[in-house]
């Protein structure tokens, strides 16, 4: 089975802290994406990177920046949090060189509290 | 460019009762489409998926969904829901080139006793 862990189930930080989220996979994929979710809004693309060192911004990048070094793990990073920050935060990742028709798996979700 | 439209962001039935979820999306060309599940505070679940072939797709659970061209829809069912099932629902749509995927806005679904 595909496994896809984030680093931290919760989170507490305060505004102007600089937040890092990871996110590891071990099935050797290709794609890795961020996303938020906020009630009534689904889940919004932050950043997706689909190989080594790259990286797109999605919907929403403003206040986020990301890094992918290996792999197998894909960082996103918050330069400077804040309130409107606090949100849920899912990483996902998906075999990319097969084609679009593969689904993407996802972890259990980081919840970040910025106060 | 893609789209999701999930009609009905809350969804009651009755234990027993016929689940149906509603999913419209649009798109210039056949895309890949996808359901997915979320229980409390917990990361998505692939329940099926749409690619090529059989417009009827059976996933987990006891669930399906048929892929309608003609309407653009891809709606979710199961004959009986269970006190299990109370979850939120995800449908989205994968274009047919690049690496996004994008996302209706969810349906809770919740099963009265």
């Known amino acids: 089975d595909v496994k896809v862990t984030q680093s931290s189930r919760y989170l507490v930080k305060r505004t102007g802290e600089k937040v890092f989220l990871e996110c590891v996979q071990d099935m050797d994929h290709e794609n890795m994406f961020w996303y938020r979710q906020d009630p009534g809004l689904g889940l919004r693309l932050i950043y997706f990177?689909?190989?080594?060192?790259?990286?797109e911004k999605g919907d929403i990048p403003e206040g986020y920046s990301v890094s992918r070094e290996k792999k197998e793990r894909f960082s996103l990073i918050l330069e400077s949090a804040s309130t409107n920050q606090t949100s849920m935060y899912l990483c996902?990742?998906?075999?990319?060189?097969?084609?679009?028709?593969?689904?993407?798996?996802f972890g259990p979700g980081t919840r970040l509290t910025v106060l | 460019a893609q789209s999701v439209t999930q009609l009905g962001s809350h969804v009651s039935v009755s234990e027993g009762a016929l689940v149906l979820l509603r999913c419209n999306y649009s798109?210039?060309?056949?895309?890949?489409l996808f359901w997915y599940v979320q229980y409390p505070n917990q990361g998505l679940q692939l329940l099926l998926k749409y690619t090529t072939g059989a417009t009827l797709v059976k996933g987990i659970n006891g669930f399906e969904a048929e892929f309608k061209k003609s309407e653009t829809s891809f709606h979710l069912t199961k004959p009986s829901a269970h006190m299990s099932d109370a979850a939120e629902y995800f449908c989205?749509?994968?274009?047919?080139?690049?690496?996004?995927?994008?996302f209706g806005t969810g349906t809770s679904l919740t099963v009265i006793p």
């Open positions: 996902a990742s998906r075999r990319g060189l097969a084609g679009p028709h593969n689904e993407q798996f």
């Open positions: 989205a749509v994968s274009a047919n080139t690049g690496n996004q995927f994008y």
């Open positions: 990177s689909y190989d080594v060192k790259m990286k």
């Open positions: 798109s210039s060309v056949p895309p890949y």
